[in-house]
């Protein structure tokens, strides 16, 4: 199996950017799709963006498209997630997951799933100030 950290995260002006990264120890990660959740106080667990394990597919939510680059380097185990133009609505706790079921992944709607995903990272907090 593998596990997941993620840094990067942090306090950061509205309109700024961040970088987040995802190192995975174990089993490598290009055995695995991969996706980055939020949650915010109060709220459930959100989708942001996913990767296929060939880096092929990318995936987005709506509130983030064209603001937010899903990475990875399956050389380095890692995904990175660049997020630019930041708004205080992105103030949350960033998760990285990582899916080992290839079938389900392919179905954008059940990718956008936390209870798709077999392994998470501890999260970062990202806060944003207006």
């Known amino acids: 199996q593998v596990q997941l950290a993620e840094s990067g995260g942090g306090l950061v002006q509205a309109g700024g950017s961040l970088r987040l990264s995802c190192a995975a120890s174990g089993r490598a990660l290009r055995h695995y799709d991969m996706g980055w959740f939020r949650q915010s106080p109060g709220k459930e667990r959100e989708f942001v963006a996913a990767?296929?394990?060939?880096?092929?597919?990318?995936d987005y939510a709506d509130s983030v498209k064209d603001r937010c680059t899903i990475s990875r380097d399956d050389i380095k185990d890692e995904v990175a997630l660049q997020m630019n133009s930041l708004r205080s609505e992105d103030t949350a706790v960033y998760y990285c997951?990582?899916?080992?079921?290839?079938?389900?992944?392919?179905?954008?709607?059940?990718?956008?799933?936390?209870?798709?995903?077999?392994?998470w990272g501890q999260g970062t907090q990202v806060t944003v100030s207006s």
């Open positions: 990767i296929s394990r060939s880096g092929a597919v990318t």
């Open positions: 997951a990582a899916c080992a079921q290839v079938s389900m992944w392919q179905v954008p709607s059940r990718r956008r799933r936390d209870s798709l995903y077999d392994y």
